[in-house]
């Protein structure tokens, strides 16, 4: 039996020889780019990555605007009792709005970027502002759909006031 040639079998072994524990040069990384993209990409994020971004960000928004309503609840219900009580009873609270909430805000945002996307592609890939206050207005009656038509209108107006408060935002920030 002969010996092994590790330099044949990593091409990386030994590069380094004594400069880093890893035994990598870092001279050997390329540093073209700022981003990661595969070759030919345009630089968009794919339908994954915004789905995730978005449907993540709001539930995490959600969590903290739940828990926030749930230790006010619990403070107000238990006004009167000792401190251990108290303590319980804004846990509970906290247990009980946080996840509503976030579950909520979380099947929203879900439903916002999936309706966005079929709207995008229904308009042959054209990506504006008449795009987000659809998906806006769409996901608030859909969201609602089950409660009747007042709630549903409601729901349309909420998503269109959202949606153009963060068109405003956006265009104000340029």
């Given at each position: 039996m002969g010996e092994a040639d590790f330099p044949s079998l990593?091409?990386?072994a030994g590069l380094a020889g004594?400069?880093?524990?890893?035994?990598?040069?870092?001279?050997?990384?390329?540093e073209d780019t700022e981003f990661i993209l595969p070759d030919g990409s345009t630089g968009k994020r794919?339908?994954?990555e915004r789905l995730l971004f978005t449907t993540g960000s709001c539930y995490i928004v959600g969590i903290g605007l739940g828990s926030g309503w749930g230790i006010v609840e619990g403070l107000r219900r238990s006004a009167d009792m000792s401190s251990k009580l108290r303590a319980n009873s804004v846990l509970n609270s906290i247990g009980r709005r946080g996840p509503l909430v976030a579950n909520n805000l979380g099947t929203v945002a879900l439903m916002y970027r999936l309706i966005d996307t079929a709207i995008v592609k229904a308009r042959g890939d054209?990506?504006?502002v008449y795009n987000q206050v659809g998906s806006a207005a769409l996901t608030g009656i859909l969201?609602?759909?089950t409660a009747g038509v007042r709630p549903m209108a409601l729901g349309a107006g909420f998503g269109l006031a959202i949606a153009g408060g963060?068109?405003?935002?956006?265009q104000a920030s340029r």
């Open positions: 990593n091409p990386v004594s400069l880093s524990p890893y035994r990598i040069d870092p001279a050997i990384l390329k794919t339908l994954g054209t990506d504006d969201f609602k759909s963060a068109i405003l935002a956006s």
